[in-house]
């Protein structure tokens, strides 16, 4: 699930192309009165305008992939580190901001038995539910392999243990369509209850999921 491209650097160039390139053209056709010239100069306005939007969906491009992971089109580890701290500035404001760490369970055990390219699918997936499962205002990150982030503006304990229910639901419903078994451990930190910067909260959502996941393998061994 790869996400459009934004058009900024497109619209930006094809405005400069008309602002400057029409009124020329037009200036050229008043003054010397020459359909050749005018024909030329119309040309070259529209090679000029061409190219300016090639350049312009080159710095679309790379505006994108400096943000947004590749296979899944959330945003990436870099740009989380890069907001955060406007984040934490806004968190004081608003008062409260939780941070959630989802693993993939068995995910090397899904890459093993069925391929990369079903793992990258199994990836995708899962972010397709996280956005079905979170509000406008939250930003979902693939933190890393199978590990998302999401971050949660004015959410508290309970908005978040719901928010992980609603994800758990999308999964569930995923495995029953696919018939194969898909699920998270997650994790979660509040700000600031449980720390006041990046390191400190990721630290104790990294911890909670951790320990989730731990008490889940041992839950399943029991069963076997």
Same mark, same amino acid.
């Given at each position: 699930m790869i996400h459009p491209l934004k058009y900024k650097g497109r619209i930006v160039t094809i405005l400069i192309s008309i602002i400057v390139g029409i009124p020329y053209v037009a200036y050229n056709y008043i003054t010397l009165q020459s359909s050749i010239r005018t024909f030329i100069d119309t040309t070259v306005l529209i090679v000029t305008t061409v190219t300016l939007w090639w350049l312009g969906k080159q710095y679309d491009k790379a505006k994108f992939y400096s943000e947004k992971d590749y296979l899944t089109?959330?945003?990436n580890r870099r740009f989380i580190e890069e907001i955060f701290p406007k984040l934490i500035s806004s968190a004081k404001k608003i008062e409260q901001l939780s941070i959630l760490i989802l693993d993939c369970n068995d995910f090397k055990q899904i890459n093993d038995t069925y391929g990369h390219k079903y793992g990258d699918l199994v990836l995708e997936n899962i972010s397709t539910i996280? %956005? =079905?499962?979170? @509000?406008?205002?939250?930003?979902?990150?693939?933190?890393?392999?199978?590990?998302?982030?999401?971050?949660?503006?004015f959410s508290d304990q309970?908005?978040?243990e719901a928010m992980i229910k609603r994800i758990e639901n999308g999964l569930r419903e995923l495995s029953q369509k696919t018939e194969k078994k898909i699920s998270v451990s997650a994790g979660f930190a509040i700000y600031p209850i449980d720390?006041?910067?990046m390191d400190s909260l990721i630290k104790?959502?990294?911890?909670?999921?951790?320990? %989730? =996941?731990?008490? @889940?393998k041992k839950a399943t061994l029991k069963k076997n």
């Open positions: 089109g959330l945003y996280l %956005l =079905k499962s979170t @509000s406008v205002s939250d930003i979902i990150a693939r933190w890393g392999g199978d590990e998302f982030l999401i971050i949660s503006p309970t908005e978040t720390g006041k910067d104790i959502a990294d911890k909670n999921m951790y320990k %989730l =996941k731990t008490l @889940s």
